[in-house]
């Protein structure tokens, strides 16, 4: 049936929606457009709906559905699909394209004529069987549907006619299957296609996870949750869900999965990373390039191997490019003095890549030989390094303790995080060192001039050129059966020396080596002599004179006697006036034998008879002209101390400190101020202040000693107040014990002993130093005359000393506690204001300093031990040294303070009221802390009594921060506390 000119129109209308593309949140349940074969559709009546089918050009059918009785009254004509399958849908929609003519455009139809028609459907499990009859009842009604358009006016004038799309839903269907069917009841219809479809969430790819097709809820007001797979090579990180809507839309897309190690994100998937690169960790992060040395062949690469040669530490990020071990240290140099050695070195000239480098030093002693080939063995396990043998982070290491005349060779190794983890060689750089001292032996033959039982006369000769002159000779002897167990040691500034003190008939083994500017030589080979027999006849022999003479009378005994007198009185008379200063020297000098350290003994200048020998002996005499006087650093008690140079020819310049006397002097005063060369010089230890020598030929005299940068040390630590570890502090400590050790096995007794005589290096070395006033201790300020006339510096002595003028390392190591707590306290000054009656009666009680502010418990402990009041019971000063470097080697015992304030022997509760002789204002300004007069009035400090229970929190509380403050308000509190309790002692009231 056709509707004349207009079906083409309609024709090509209908191909038109032939290319729907669809879309893809819906599923086809039926699309006539798209049914190749018969559709089989039902007619009631057979003539009421009329079915066409044509041909397209590709030959695939057209299905149109058509009705058109709209001349006749009382159509019902239906038209009913085929059975369709429900699949999985709940919700299903009909979507109708047709065309419907509008009835004005039909002449003479009005009555019959109607612009809708009706959609039924009926469900069913199963098709119907053939032949069922068609009962309209059966049906149930969707929707009255009517058209949208129907034709429309053209510019030409044409009618045109308008295809219309109608969707219905329909169901919800719950059978497996359906049927729809069509009610004309007299319209002019043509019905296109019908598409019947049901929404779904189509499968999809969201945050690297695969979510399948999902049926949207029958409720279209809920969603349905769904779960996604993470896709291949990618992993869960929350777990990823979307939730699908009614209309088929994936929503809230929640969780995700990123790509696994290996692997990148590229289009919705997780690729392998490329050969060359590399991802080492799950993430949204892209595949790396292999850094520098190191490369990857596979795909998928986690990691990339590094090139042969480069490595890669446990620690290192597989981002970090590859490294290799270092280099050797260069330029490994070695320097040795008399206490240590020190090797130093530069930094490899290939760090290997990594900034990591540390240092080990690997020691071996080389003594023997096998042939020619050198023997060696680890080195003795209490040589020791400082800071340490191994990890070391600096260029340079000092090593003490270790053998005189022995080969050692110190190999320093170079490592960084890779070392050792191929099979590179170690990366080492080595130096032998032979402490034999330096310099090759400057003395040849070794003569024996004469010997008596107990002496022997020496002599020798030098190299013709020494390379530096001489300032003196040392020799060394022992007895040859005792196989060096022990030695003895005496030193001479001429090439020939008595040895005194020797056993009868007993070989001795001598060696001599001589003292340079650049410190000792070489000792000469061996020399082996024995003293004379003992004669048995000797003492007979003066009988037998006696004898003699009896027997030949008078006259002939008188000449015999007189004789006798004369040659031996002559005789006697020269070797008295020698063995006087001789023996004297000897008793101090050539006591017996001295440890193997081979410290001599110290040799007093007043037993010499003439000082100036002493001084003549122990300093070399510099050329005036060879000294250069900058400036002016102090003043001394006998004149200027300035600071210069000194220029020696062919020497490197040094810096020096110069002592003057100033002109005027009497004989004595000179005398006085070169004792303390004549003591200095016999000192050569690193912590004692060296001296370089004097000038006494010509105005003014001088003492030349080396410069210490930063001066006195009590001086030095007020102005560098809370600036220093504790470590640091212990350090200094320990550099005066070195110095004090050696001077009391040297059995010298210092006497004055206190931060002030301490002088301080640019590198924080502390050396002991002013040793003129040892004995009579006139220019020390601090010195006091005491009951028995002595003048003694009373804070720093020990009690015996003050008492009986009982002097002796002992009361030196009295002197070191009191340093160690200048050192602690930061040059604070021992007891405070206390008057020195004061400090002597307190000690006498047994008060003893408090710890200083921030001082570990230990220290305080050995400073305490130090002031033992039993002299015997203090330790000494190789045990401090040992106790210091037990602290140094474990600082960690350096941890715990002394909390706060330590409180007075007698709680202050205890103390009885006193009446309040300054108030807080005066108290504040007397110790120049003016300024916090109102700290202390605001917290209700009014009363000197209130203060005196303040520990250091209250101190910080009442707001004064600055450390330096702290401490000074903390010490002077200590101070007042001190007085009240003298006070309550001694029962005075004021
Ligand atoms: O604290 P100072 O700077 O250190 O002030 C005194 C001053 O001279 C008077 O003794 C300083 N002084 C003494 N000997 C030396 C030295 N060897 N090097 C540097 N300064 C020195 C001392």
Redesign the pocket.
Known sequence: MCFGGKYCVFLFLLESILSDPGTTNRVVLLDTTTVLGELDWKTYPVNGWDAITEMDEQNRPIHTFQVCHVMEPNQNNWLRSGWIQRQAAQRVYVELRFTLRDCNSIPWVSGTCKETFNLFYLQTDEPLPAGTRFRTSDYAKVDTIAADESFTQTDLGDRVLRLNTEVREVGPVTHKGFYLAFQDVGACIALVSVKVFYKRCPSTLRNLAAFPDTVPHMDSSSLVEVRGACVENAEERDTPKLYCGADGDWLVPLGRCVCSIGHEEMDGYCRACKPGSFKAYAGNTKCSKCPPHSSSHDQAATICHCDKGFYRAIKDSSAMACTRPPSAPRNLASLINDTALFLQWMPPSDTGGRKDITYNILCQRCDGSIGDVTQCEPCEPDLRFIPRSLGLTGTSVAIIDYATHANYTFHVEAVNGVSGLGVAARSLANVTVNTHQAGPALVGVVRKDWATQNSIALSWSQVEQPPSDIVDYEVKYYEKEQEQLSYSSTRTKTPSVVVTGLRPSTVYVFHVRARTAAGYTAYSPNFVFATAAEDPDIADQGQVLVVVTASVGGFSLLVILTLFLLITGRCQGYIKARMKSEEKRRTRFHSGHVPFSGIKTYVDPDTYEDPTQAVEEFAKEIEPSYICIERV????EFGE?C?GRLRVPGRMDIAV?I?TLKGGYMDQQRQDFLREASIMGQFNNPNI?RLEGVVTKSRPVMIV?????N??LD??LRTRDGQFTVLQLVGMMRGISVGMTYLSEMGYVHRDLAARNI?VDENLVCKV?DFGMSRILEDDSEAAYTATGGKIPIRWTAPEAIAYGKFSSASDVWSFGIVMWEVMSYGERPYWEMSNQDVILSIEEGYRLPAPMGCPVTLHQLMLHCWQKESSQRPRFNNVLSFLDKLIINPSSLLTLVKDVQSFPDSPEDMPDYPLFISIGDWLDSIKMSQYKNNFLAAGYTTLDSISTMSIDDIRRIGICLIGHQRRIISSIQSLRLQLHHIQQSGFQV
Do not use: D, Q, T
Request: charged residues 15%; proline residues 0%; without cysteine.
């Open positions: 650093i102090g003043a001394g101390v600071s400190a002592k202040i000693v080396e410069y210490m940068e001066g006195a001086s030095f002088l130093s």
